[in-house]
């Protein structure tokens, strides 16, 4: 079988060791031949590089493994790109979410005027990966999965339309998971049919690989439940605010009970109970620093020291395998069925074409082919098309340094009451975000 040569852009990323691991597992159905990590913050990405080049001479010596912030050195001869970058760190991610809640508005990483605030400073830094990979190397795919993906996939469709960008969202499958584990299955054995927007959609059905239709048993549990399992078999999901927030789909059900939700619904449809459960001074971005970025660089400190990861090494993402999958559809044309965030073309009937949808997709050497789901309700017509309006609207004020756009971007989302707070918020994310952003005029 072929072998492989894979660059993850976002090297120094808190995902990128559980993927590094994930990888090595899946040698047997994607063999590797290189595998570079690149990012533009040396120091951080060297912490996790050396101790993941010490686990690999360990458990795959003969991957050609290296980590640079070299792009040239990154990308060329690559087949696929992994990307997870994170433009302003958690340093951002920390004022995305506390500058909004100061208006008493949603402080959220991709949903609300944080993920707008955050859409702002990813579209450049994308487009410039994008670029290196189309210079260095004009074959290679990259498989996206940088936030906020709903935004960064129309700045794609704008302004890269050409470009071998594959952009996917680990939620619907992630969720896939908890429903197969409300089942008693696997997410292998189900099928499902989903119509949205990224971080905005809902489950039309949940069927088996016999087409057993096991839509109305996982509506039952979620009813009552949301979505949370007795059983957590990653230790990520057990923090307090994953909880809550898989516990909250019962309301999400209770407003829309003919479909089943995706979680970030909660910002859009609740945001009041949404800011009032939050604390201004502990955020997510604080749950995370203190977490899961904590324990990655820890463990890494202590394989350097240690000089092997064999005991306390990391932790595999199993999870993350949907990107093997992904990478395999289109090396091997194997026709997997994705929930990928494409450009609609009437996938979705009673909704613009141009807009980017998120929809079950074959995937195969050519890239996805949208599954047609037919016509939606007025209502998450209607919703879907206030919140890509926006997220139009913003890709545009982006690329125009348009003031008005974003402005108008901020006033059109559902998590914002009013162009007055729209604007006060705005004009403190504008300082707050100084460089990262284009200047608005
Ligand atoms: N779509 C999904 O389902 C999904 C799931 C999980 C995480 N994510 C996303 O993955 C990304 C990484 O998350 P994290 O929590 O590990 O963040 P992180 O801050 O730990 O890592 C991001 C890395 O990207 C690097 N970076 C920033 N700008 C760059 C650029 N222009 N070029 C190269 N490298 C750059 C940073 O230096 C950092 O090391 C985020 O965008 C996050 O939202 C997406
Ligand atoms: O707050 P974070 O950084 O922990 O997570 C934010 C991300 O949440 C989603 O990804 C989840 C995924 O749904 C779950 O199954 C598992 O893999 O963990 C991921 C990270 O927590 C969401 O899809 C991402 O876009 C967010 O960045
Ligand atoms: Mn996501």
Redesign the pocket.
């Known amino acids: 079988m072929k072998k492989f040569s894979v660059v993850i852009?976002?090297?120094?990323?808190?995902?990128?060791p559980g993927i590094v691991r994930m990888l090595v597992e899946n040698l047997g159905r994607f063999p590797l031949e290189r595998l570079y990590l690149?990012?533009?913050?040396g120091e951080?990405?060297a912490i996790l590089g050396e101790a993941i080049e010490i686990m690999l001479s360990e458990e795959a010596p003969d991957i050609d493994f290296a980590y640079t912030t070299d792009p040239k050195k990154a990308f060329t001869g690559m087949d696929f790109c992994m990307a997870?970058?994170?433009?302003?760190?958690?340093a951002m991610?920390e004022l995305d979410e506390k500058i909004p809640l100061k208006h008493d508005l949603i402080g959220q990483?991709?949903c609300g005027p944080g993920g707008m605030a955050y859409g702002m400073r990813?579209i450049g830094?994308m487009m410039?990966?994008i670029d290196l990979m189309e210079q260095y190397a004009p074959e290679c795919w990259m498989l996206n999965?940088?936030?906020?993906?709903a935004i960064v996939a129309e700045a794609c469709r704008v302004l890269r339309p050409d470009s071998k960008v594959l952009n996917?969202?680990?939620?619907p499958v992630g969720t896939l998971r908890r429903m197969s584990q409300i089942l008693g299955t696997t997410p292998d054995q189900l099928e499902v049919d989903y119509f949205g927007l990224?971080h905005f959609g809902w489950w039309t059905s949940i069927r088996g690989k016999d087409g057993t239709d096991y839509t109305e048993q996982v509506k039952a549990y979620v009813k009552e439940n949301g979505y949370l399992n007795q059983v957590e078999i990653d230790t990520q999901h057990t923090d307090p605010s994953w909880q809550e927030t898989h516990k909250k789909a019962k309301d999400l059900f209770a407003v829309e009970p003919r479909f089943l939700p995706n979680t970030y619904l909660q910002y859009y449809l609740f945001p009041e109970d949404m800011v009032a459960h939050s604390n201004p001074e502990y955020t997510r971005a604080n749950e995370?620093m203190g977490g899961?970025?904590k324990e990655v660089f820890d463990t890494a400190r202590r394989i350097i020291a240690n000089g092997t990861a064999k005991e306390n090494g990391f932790h595999i993402d199993s999870h993350a395998s949907f990107i093997v999958d992904l990478a395999r559809a289109i090396a091997f044309n194997t026709h997997e069925r994705m929930i990928m965030i494409v450009e609609n073309n009437g996938a979705i009937a009673n909704f613009p074409d141009d807009a980017m949808v998120e929809v079950p997709c074959i995937v195969g050497s050519k890239g996805p082919e949208p599954i047609a789901q037919g016509k939606i309700p007025n209502f998450e017509q209607a919703l879907m098309f206030q919140q890509v309006t926006s997220e139009k609207l913003l890709v545009e004020g982006f690329i125009e340094g348009s003031y008005q756009k974003v402005w108008q971007a901020f006033t059109l989302s559902r998590t914002i009451p009013t162009a007055t707070k729209a604007r006060e918020v705005l004009d403190d994310l504008i300082v707050a975000n100084g460089d990262f952003w284009p200047e608005l005029k």
Request: hydrophobic content about 20%.
């Open positions: 852009a976002g090297g120094g990323s808190t995902f990128t690149y990012d533009n913050d951080r990405q997870h970058i994170r433009v302003g760190k958690y991610r990483e991709t990813s830094g410039e990966l999965y940088s936030n906020p993906a996917i969202c680990d939620m990224n995370v899961r970025e």
